[in-house]
C-alpha cells in the first residue's frame, strides 16, 4: 500500500515538473529584474545628486564672476552700452590712484548699501523734475552738476539679476521707455546701458556721480552738442542669393567665360562644366556682395552724419545679407533717407529693413573716447 503511495506521488511530481520548472524560471526572472532595477534606481539617484552639486558649483561660480565684472572708469560705460544687458558695476570713479582706492567692490552686509542705476546724461542747467517711474518702479529723477545732469534712479550697490527671460526683457523695456520718456523733457539724451550701476564704499553715489560730471563735462557736453537733432537708425539691406548670381554672371568677366564655354560643350561633358561654373559663381559672391555694400554705403554716407558699419548676420534660406548699417541721421534729413533707400530697393529685388529712432548707442563709445 506504501508502495503504492510513493509511486503515485513520484508520478504526480513527474508530471508537474515542467509546470515547477517554468515557475522556478519565473521567479528567478523577478528577481533578476528587481535586482536590475534597483541598479538602475541607484545609478539615477546618483546621477540626480551628482547634477544637483554640478549646479550648485555652477551658481557659485556664476555669482562669483558677477562679483568680479567691474568696469574701470565710468568713462568707458558709453562702450558698454553696445550690448545692453551686461551686469556692470561702475566702481573706479575717478581716475587719480588715491581716489581709486576709495571705490571697491560691495562687500556682504546686513543692510543693502546704496547705489545709483544710470540711464543718461543731458544738458541742463538743474535738476529735472521728471515724473516717471523705472525699472521695478523705482521713482526717476535727475542729478545736475557742470551744465549736466544725469538721470538716474536710487538702488542697491548690485546688478540687476533677472529670475526668467521675460523679467529681463520687461527690465530692458522700462530702461528703453525712460530714456524715451526723458528725451521728451531733456531733448538730447546720452544713453547708458542696462545695469550701468554707479557705487562708493565711502560716500554717497550722488556726490561720486555729481563729481564726475564736473570732471568730464567738457568730454560730455561736446558729445552732447555733435548728437544734437540727430537719430540713430538701423538699416539692413537684404539680397535673394539668385539674383546675386545674376549680378555675379554679368559683371565678372570670368565668369561669363565659363558660361560661353558651357554652352558650347555638347551634353555630356556640360556636367563637369556647369558644376565649374556653380563653383566660380559660388566664390564669386562674396566680391558681388562687396560691390553692393559699396554702392549702398556710397549712397547713404552723406546723407548721415555718422555711420556705424555693423557686422553682417546671417539669415534666412536663400538670402544674403549685403548690409548691416547704425546711421546717425540729422532729424531734417531723414526724408532724404527715406528717398535714397527707396531707390536701392527698387534695385535687383534688394529688400530695406529700416527702423528707429533709437538712443544713440552705436555712437556713444565711439564719440566718447575718441582716439
Known sequence: ???RADDGAKEAADRNSPAVKA????????????MELEKEIRTAVREIVRLTVQDAVHIVLNEMAQQNNIV???NQAPAAA??????????????????????????????????????????????????????D???VYSLAAAGLCAVVHDCAAEPYRPDNDEQAKEWLFDHQDVLDRAKEKLDTILPFGFNTIIYAADRPPQEVLQEWLSQESKQLQSLLERLKDNEEYAVKILAPEEALKQAALREDPHLQKLQRELEGKPEGARYLYREKLEQAVKEALEDIVEVYFRKVYRALRPLCSDIQVEKIKKTSPGARMVANLSCLVQKNRLQELGVALAKIQQHDGLTVDFTGPWPPYSFVGQLAMPT
Open 137 to 139: 518702479g523705482r521713482r
Open 1 to 3: 500500500m506504501n508502495q
Open 82 to 135: 553696445l550690448e545692453p544687458a551686461d551686469d556692470v558695476i561702475l566702481t573706479d570713479i575717478l581716475q587719480t590712484p588715491d581716489q581709486k582706492q576709495l571705490y571697491r567692490q560691495p562687500q556682504p552686509a546686513a543692510h543693502e548699501p546704496a547705489g545709483l542705476y544710470l540711464y543718461g546724461v543731458a544738458a541742463a542747467e538743474t535738476g529735472i523734475e521728471l515724473g516717471i517711474t523705472g525699472i
Open 23 to 34: 515557475l522556478a524560471r519565473l521567479l528567478v526572472k523577478a528577481e533578476l529584474e528587481r
Open 72 to 74: 574701470e572708469s565710468l
